[in-house]
């Protein structure tokens, strides 16, 4: 079954640092997303992506964060300068054709900014 | 605005049924319910469309009443396997081309025991 890839599964850094998480995410499929979950919360939209560009944000996604597409396979989120309640666990996730069709989630990539 | 969820957490023996509500205060397109395991990514159930329709997948069935913006998820005889965290997500737009990203409710723990 075709899975959305994610890398690291886990990253710390210093606080103030860049980071970067990687997605790739299922070939055929067309809407990308990140979201994030604080340990024991719930899950929270952050951005969608559609058509090499961004179609909706949350209030989160602020300007330390961005996202590219950089080539025809993996899906980025970046985070400027890293501030410790930036710690959570960041799902990538992509659907066939937005949300009219289930999403399929990567296994997070665990970010813990100290 | 996330959907509301509830109960917030269930314990049932198995075999025994439960229902997880999830309403919304928006007029919505489409509902999804993902299950989530203890450091697992969030697993894709099943999608109501507008329009009230009910769907299954095994034990698993839903139901979406449009008037009202709730949907519910019966689970019938549930199995050890049915534990973990379950979300509703909710979209309330679909621009035919745009990606809305889902808004996830807090989740209901279920809890099954032998």
């Known amino acids: 079954e075709p899975e959305v890839t994610q890398t690291p599964s886990h990253q710390v850094t210093q606080m103030g640092q860049e980071v970067i998480l990687r997605c790739v995410p299922i070939s055929n499929h067309l809407y990308f997303y990140w979201y994030r979950q604080i340990l024991g919360q719930k899950v929270e939209f952050l951005v969608s992506f559609y058509n090499n560009e961004i179609s909706e944000k949350s209030e989160i996604f602020d300007d330390q964060f961005s996202v590219e597409r950089p080539d025809g396979s993996n899906f980025t989120l970046k985070i400027r300068s890293t501030k410790l309640e930036d710690s959570a666990m960041y799902f990538c996730?992509?659907?066939?054709?937005?949300?009219?069709?289930?999403?399929?989630f990567g296994s997070g990539t665990r970010l813990t900014v100290v | 605005q996330q959907p509301v969820q509830s109960p917030q957490a269930v314990i049932l023996r198995e075999g025994e049924d439960a229902v997880i509500n999830c309403s919304s205060s928006k007029a919505l397109y489409s509902v999804h319910w993902y299950r989530q395991k203890h450091g697992e990514a969030p697993v894709f159930l099943m999608i109501?469309?507008?329009?009230?329709e009910q769907k299954g997948h095994e034990k698993i069935s839903a139901s979406f009443n449009e008037k009202k913006q709730q949907s519910s998820l019966y689970l019938t005889a549930s199995q050890l396997s049915y534990s973990g965290t379950y979300f509703c997500?909710?979209?309330?737009?679909?621009?035919?081309?745009?990606?809305?990203?889902?808004?996830f409710g807090k989740g209901t723990h279920l809890i099954i025991q032998p």
């Open positions: 996730a992509s659907s066939e054709a937005g949300p009219i069709y289930g999403y399929t």
């Open positions: 997500g909710t979209a309330t737009v679909y621009s035919g081309g745009g990606a809305d990203g889902l808004t």
């Open positions: 109501l469309l507008k329009g009230g």
